[in-house]
T-cell receptor, first 108, second 116 residues
Framework: RKEVEQDPGPFNVPEGATVAFNCTYS??????FFWYRQDCRKEPKLLMS???SGNEDGRFTAQLNRASQYISLLIRDSKLSDSATYLC?????????FGTGTRLQVFP | EAGVTQFPSHSVIEKGQTVTLRCDPI?????LYWYRRVMGKEIKFLLH????????ESGMPNNRFLAERTGGTYSTLKVQPAELEDSGVYFC??????????????FGPGTRLTVL
């Protein structure tokens, strides 16, 4: 079983739609939680950190449920430029542990 | 401020040859990490340097991989001899531990290694 599980998608949504991604992690000792974004053939880039209290950055909202070991990302008012792979990432000690990513394609 | 840089961007070698990848972290970042993504799989941790010391090398696949960070600045990852299964994208990341211990890692563009 993978340490971080994500639905690989793809999620194909029209511009303006709201889309939600989920992931689960298996190690209850995981310490920090993130969503990274990766464009095709590029490096992963930090999108946002995730906290139990929930956090919002513009159109993006992330939530952590430690009891369920579940992380979510909500994207509102999707833009064409949101098309990418979204990587759910947890840390244990200092290393990042990645999910396989969920691919999002936003169409006009 | 310059980001993490990696060289080369692509490398195509034959099985049995040696390849050396280089990573220059963001200036002032003591933490340097190597990760690898093989086709169809998730990005996986290889090892972590704090300055010139190996903090964690639990992800290194075998003794054909040798990482160094002499002087605590740039790092090299040597694969010798390369095997077909070593093909993938090798990412380097660096971080400066922020307040509260959250470890934000910034990634380089990666080196795409193809072993034929």
């Amino acid at each position: 079983r993978k340490e971080v599980e994500q639905d690989p998608g793809p999620f194909n949504v029209p511009e303006g739609a709201t889309v939600a991604f989920n992931c689960t992690y298996s190690n209850s000792a995981s310490q920090s939680f993130f969503w990274y974004r990766q464009d095709c053939r590029k490096e992963p880039k930090l999108l946002m950190s995730v906290y139990s209290s929930g956090n919002e950055d513009g159109r993006f909202t992330a939530q952590l449920n430690r009891a369920s070991q579940y992380i979510s990302l909500l994207i509102r008012d999707s833009k064409l430029s949101d098309s990418a792979t979204y990587l759910c990432v947890v840390t244990h000690t200092d290393k990042l542990i990645f999910g396989t990513g969920t691919r999002l394609q936003v169409f006009p | 401020e310059a980001g993490v840089t990696q060289f080369p961007s692509h490398s195509v070698i034959e099985k049995g040859q040696t390849v050396t990848l280089r990573c220059d972290p963001i200036s002032g970042h003591d933490n340097l990490y190597w990760y690898r993504r093989v086709m169809g799989k998730e990005i996986k941790f290889l090892l972590h340097f704090v300055k010139e010391s190996k903090q964690d090398e639990s992800g290194m696949p075998n003794n054909r991989f040798l990482a160094e960070r002499t002087g605590g600045t740039y790092s090299t990852l040597k694969v010798q001899p390369a095997e077909l299964e070593d093909s993938g994208v090798y990412f380097c990341a660096s971080s400066h531990r922020g307040t509260g211990g959250v470890n934000t890692q910034y990634f380089g563009p990666g080196t795409r290694l193809t072993v034929l």
